[in-house]
């Protein structure tokens, strides 16, 4: 985990900034591969320093293995969130047990997936920073209705909040519901990215003290559907299947993220960057 600040000089005043790189959903081999070459080089030229990962496709589509959580770990990951596709792997138990991983808060303690555990929002310090991650189900996600109110469950979570800086990874279908929360929590919480629909949108901007994107995008095989080989997802559109298989795509691979920048002096975000890459350009 990287705990030093980029330091700026400016009219003789030193101060600093803390740049959080957030991954958007790591899918299959290739979303990991992309985190393998991409990530070393973006923590060089951006002075990275902590790294966010949505993970609930990196295991072949499906939730997080143990054995790959351990491999993006080593490839610079400091943080993991989930999202409704969590709880695919019965050993997610395992996984959401560490420190450093977050399922969405927002289910409800009556479902079947709240027994496997973890947390929905967690602290670390950084450099004598607190920062908040936390990590919310949209309503308008299909995920058989495990998933309270995402807008009531902040606004509380906010009132006791303490945090200097608090990021929060909405994962939720509708961009509406995105914009929504944005609107509503601009100013009470430092930054919200959006996550589950897989494609990088470019409403990127700063409001009311808030960073906010409605969707970080995919880091996973660039020609296929949301990172998935397209030929059953193609039969569902074609009217030829009822049901379509999530297969990771293995053309190549696009590494999907957000650079956001917050002043030392005032914890504040000052800046917002999309990163979108693909391999061999």
Known sequence: MRVSFNQIIKNNYIFYIMKILFI??????KGREAVKKE?????????IDFVIANAENTTHGKSL???????LLEYGVDFFTFGNHTWQLSEIKQVLSNKNTIRPLNIKDSSNEYKYGGEGTRVCVIKDKKIRITNLLGMSVSA?????????TLNELCKSDDSDIHFVDFHCESTSEKNALALEFSSKVSAIVGTHTHIQTSDERIFKNTAII??????????GIIGAEPETILKVFNGEASRFKLS??????QFNGVV??????????????????????
Request: proline share 7%.
């Open 260 to 281: 956001i920048e917050f002043s030392d002096k005032n914890n504040k975000p000052i800046n917002i960057k999309r990163i979108f890459i693909r391999e061999n350009d």
């Open 39 to 47: 990530l070393p080089k973006l923590n060089k030229t951006e002075k």
């Open 24 to 29: 958007g959903d790591i899918f299959g081999k």
């Open 214 to 223: 409605s969707d970080v995008g995919m880091t996973g095989g660039s020609e």
């Open 65 to 71: 293995s143990a054995k790959h959580y351990k491999e």
């Open 144 to 152: 058989n209705e495990i998933q309270t109110n995402p807008f009531v």
């Open 248 to 253: 990771p795509s293995l053309s190549p691979y």
